[in-house]
Nanobody, 120 residues
Framework: VQLQASGGGLVQPGGSLRLSCAAS????????MGWYRQAPGKQRELVAT???????TYSDSVKGRFAISRDNAKNTVYLQMNGLKPEDTAVYYC???????????????WGQGTQLTVSS
């Protein structure tokens, strides 16, 4: 299974951007989808997740500004980011908990990361 993230870029403070992450391959089912980020010199942290029944969770730092959604028909997760701040600057990674055909197990699949820079 491959995850392809896209949508990063350079945005001014207060701006908006939407990230996308599409999964492809021998996919039977996808459980939780999520976004993580890693700023320079910091550990990777959870940003948001969305369950298989569309229940979202957010870190306190993005709550009220970011919105996660998913399209199961497209095996895609989105992250709408509004009110961006310089401290949101990071590489954003998507993760999906997937099960492939022929397997009884779910495992974590990661995307390659997309850079978001918030700066004036």
């Amino acid at each position: 299974v491959q995850l392809q993230a896209s949508g990063g870029g350079l945005v001014q403070p207060g701006g908006s951007l939407r990230l996308s992450c599409a999964a492809s391959g021998n996919i039977f089912s996808i459980n939780i989808m999520g976004w993580y980020r890693q700023a320079p010199g910091k550990q990777r942290e959870l940003v948001a997740t969305i369950s298989g029944i569309f229940v979202p969770t957010y870190s306190d730092s993005v709550k009220g500004r970011f919105a996660i959604s998913r399209d199961n028909a497209k095996n895609t997760v989105y992250l709408q980011m509004n009110g961006l701040k310089p401290e949101d600057t990071a590489v954003y990674y998507c993760k999906m908990v997937v099960r492939t055909y022929g397997s009884n197990w779910f495992y974590d699949a990661w995307g390659q990361g997309t850079q978001l820079t918030v700066s004036s």
